[in-house]
């Protein structure tokens, strides 16, 4: 091969290697958007999706509960998904019409970024839109020294955050999710914090928000959001994609159709087209599967049951009142369940074997467990609804004239 080819071929290599070693949602804003729809037919979707992403989770925002899931519980590489932990960081602890200042630490960080010079000003709110439409990670360095002073301290705050939400999968070293082996989350957990962040309605509006403008140093500059479903496949909202090479590609979608609102976790896709298909294939197969059935009246019948036989069997210790027992009320009254299944639900009753006088009412006693096809679905507290007697001379007159009529 003639010399000068080969040396043309190895600059071309050399211009091509910051992007591949330190990418960061740079390939996916950078590639030709060919967004995939997936045809839906009803004898398929019965069946579980078709996925090949590692780690998978679909859950239903009201209640919680997972939907679907494949390796949703082991600690994993989250990428740029973790601003979804900055942002709520920024939202609440700053006012948004602070301006911040871009150090050369935050303009010269690897991955994808607005691109801005050392010394450029914005305000915190475009940096958020910055940061979670164009998944900037100069806006994340920038934003963490603006609060904190520096990534480090920042992440301290991050970590603090995910034990106040119970997060015990979940740790964080930066703001933006370069990657590090002590930077880790679940798709489960991922879920959780991803529906926390929902509840806010800034929150909300950024990671639903298509294009828009924002102002650097004064100039305005349109830019897009890189989630692909959005806007693309029906009652999607938010909320935020992710790549490097160790975390794979990355989409945390959520959705709203019918009435019916989701969070739909993709890590560790191979490809941006097998985390899209991924998303769709699993929420195409929520709605086509799912409903929400109410299970107030099959709850009470159980519960009835369980109380006619309980209240007068349960053994009294020093005490000759009656117990009463009631259900707590029901968190949720609705659940989702695939269609037609509701005969898979079944409950299970623990409960205090022996009562006393030193219970008061209003004490909890014991739980009933509410299953759908062996899984939990939520436990309801079972609470005593009167005031039990202490021991009196009553108790011990009954209990010798008891004793006596036995051995007589």
């Not at 998303?279 to 709605?287: A, E, G, K, L, T």
């Not at 269609?339 to 299970?348: I, P």
């Amino acid at each position: 091969m003639d010399l000068k080819k080969l040396f043309t071929i190895f600059i071309i290599i050399a211009l091509m290697l910051p992007s591949l070693c330190f990418a960061d949602d740079f390939l996916e804003e950078n590639e030709v958007d060919n967004f995939i729809e997936v045809s839906t037919d009803t004898t398929e979707t019965k069946k579980e999706p078709t996925t090949h992403s590692k780690h998978i989770i679909a859950m239903d925002r009201k209640t919680l509960s997972v939907l679907y899931e494949k390796d949703a519980y082991t600690e994993v590489p989250m990428a740029s998904t973790t601003k979804i932990m900055t942002a709520i960081l920024v939202l609440e602890n700053c006012d948004l019409t602070e301006t911040i200042e871009f150090s050369k630490e935050a303009a010269n960080v690897r991955g994808s970024c607005l691109e801005v010079s050392t010394g450029a000003k914005i305000s915190l709110n475009d940096a958020l839109y910055g940061l979670m439409m164009r998944s900037g990670n100069d806006c994340a360095v920038a934003i963490a020294e603006h609060i904190s002073g520096s990534v480090e301290n920042f992440a301290t705050l991050m970590n603090q955050k995910a034990q106040e939400l119970n997060l015990k999968h979940t740790h964080f070293t930066s703001p933006h999710g370069l990657d590090d082996e002590n930077h880790y989350t679940s798709a489960y957990e991922l879920a959780i914090l991803t529906d926390y962040a929902l509840k806010n309605e800034k929150f909300k509006e950024i990671v639903s928000t298509k294009t828009t403008t924002i102002s650097i140093n004064g100039y305005p500059r349109t830019i897009s959001n890189t989630n692909e479903l959005l806007g693309n496949l029906n009652g999607v909202y938010g909320v935020k994609t992710g790549f490097t090479f160790n975390a794979g590609r990355c989409l945390v979608s959520s959705c709203n159709q019918n009435g019916m609102d989701i969070i739909v976790v993709v890590l560790g896709a191979d490809t941006k087209n097998q985390r899209t298909r991924d998303s769709i294939n699993v929420i195409h197969y929520i709605y086509d599967n799912f409903e929400y059935v109410n299970i107030t009246n099959y709850v009470q019948e159980s519960f009835a049951k369980y109380k006619s036989y309980y209240e007068p069997n349960v053994h009294l210790y020093k005490t000759i009142t009656a117990p009463k027992i009631e259900l707590a009320k029901l968190q949720h009254n609705s659940f989702p369940l695939k269609n037609n299944t509701s005969h898979l639900l079944n409950t299970k009753f623990y409960c205090l074997s022996s009562l006393s006088g030193k219970l008061k009412s209003h004490d909890k006693i014991g739980s009933m467990a509410l299953y759908y096809d062996d899984k939990i679905l939520c436990s309801i507290d079972i609470i005593l609804t009167n005031q039990l007697n202490h021991n009196s001379w009553h108790y011990y007159f009954w209990k010798v004239l008891k004793e006596y009529r036995q051995n007589f």
